[in-house]
């Protein structure tokens, strides 16, 4: 029993950053696509331009989940990146829903 708990505490870190990378770094790349028509430029350049910026958002996003020293500073990091795109896109969600 006991190298059945050791099997998972010692695998439990990389599943951490895995699921990390996965769907934080997927979180990330979506918060940036929609901040991204925050700025100002045309709809259709914004679109473009979040589109093609979320991608590197995405592989940075994986890269530092693996470079990190735990999985605890990875997803830390993955939040406190996420602060400064959610109040952009709540800027555009609030200016989208006014007549």
Do not use: C, D, H, N
């Amino acid at each position: 029993m006991s190298t059945v708990l050791g099997r998972v505490r010692g695998v439990g870190p990389l599943i951490s950053r895995i699921l990390a990378a996965l769907f934080g770094g997927y979180a990330l790349a979506a918060l940036t696509s929609v901040a991204t028509l925050a700025l100002p430029m045309s709809k259709p350049q914004g679109v473009l331009t979040g589109m093609l910026l979320s991608f590197v958002v995405y592989t940075a996003a994986v890269i530092w989940v693996f470079t990190v020293r735990s999985a605890s500073r990875a997803w830390a990091g993955l939040l406190l990146a996420a602060i400064p795109l959610l109040l952009a896109e709540w800027s555009v969600w609030t200016a989208g829903s006014t007549p």
